[in-house]
């Protein structure tokens, strides 16, 4: 097995509580912790899924897109959506899902990212930790508070294309779960059984974008939580293999419309009881 295959023992199946379907009940949740390095195995499931990482960041992979999460923001995930998530490092999940006999705007769009209302933060964190389970009626109650709520937080619609082609889906996978590997389009060519002409028409015709750019894009997105937990721009730009910190600041203004430290302290004014990140794209 190569060093960038998932390691088959890291996967973990999603929560029961996805499957169960129940109009009296119209949100069940359910909250972990995940160590680095593990992934919740591709799954669909009937009820709509919001799934946020109280602390960590998350990546989500769909079919087509690919999602970087951090904890100012959520991800919802409509009713029979195939879809897998990854953390790379430790991360502390809590999930809320929705019945599909309740109808939830967002599903309209697919897949999408959402900003997190401090509301919606307290009241996932009251079903998740409360240490007496809650009173059935009191329950549903939170539970339409809950749904009221997530019908009325804004999309931020970031994403990265994921293409269909199964050997640059196996690239991007391990792009995914390794974000800060130094590997070569050549070894993952080898690695995915194409070569690397093959891999760079897939990336262009597959995600408009060059195999470079959408590695650039990607780890560009992975350096947000870590500039909003204090490294250095410096630090960032050349662990992400950046020639001069001039050349990640501008690449970083570019995307995300400010300088990496300028958006990082804008956006602990926007997030205080938060450790993650908003982000905002054009």
Known sequence: MSKHCPNATNWLPPSDAAFILDPNQPVLSHGRSLAAE???????????????????????TSDTRVWVVPPSHAVWIPSGIRHQVHCETQVQIRNIYIDPSYPIQHSSSGVCMLSMSALMRELILRLTQAQVPLAPERLKRLGWVIIDELNALESAELSLPAGHDPRLI????????????????TQLASDSGAS????????????GLTFRQWRQRFRLLNSLERLQQGESSTEVAYSLGYQSVSRFIEAFRQQFGETPQGYARQQRQ??????????LCR
């Open 38 to 60: 593990r992934s919740i195995e591709p799954h669909a499931h009937p009820r709509g899924q919001l799934l946020w990482a109280h602390q960590g960041t998350l990546k989500v």
């Open 170 to 185: 196996h690239v991007i996978q391990q792009c995914v779960r390794y974000p800060t590997t130094k590997v070569s389009l």
């Open 196 to 207: 690397v002409r093959t891999l760079e028409r897939l990336f262009k015709s597959e995600t």
């Open 270 to 279: 926007l997030s205080p009881h938060s450790n993650g990140v908003s982000l």
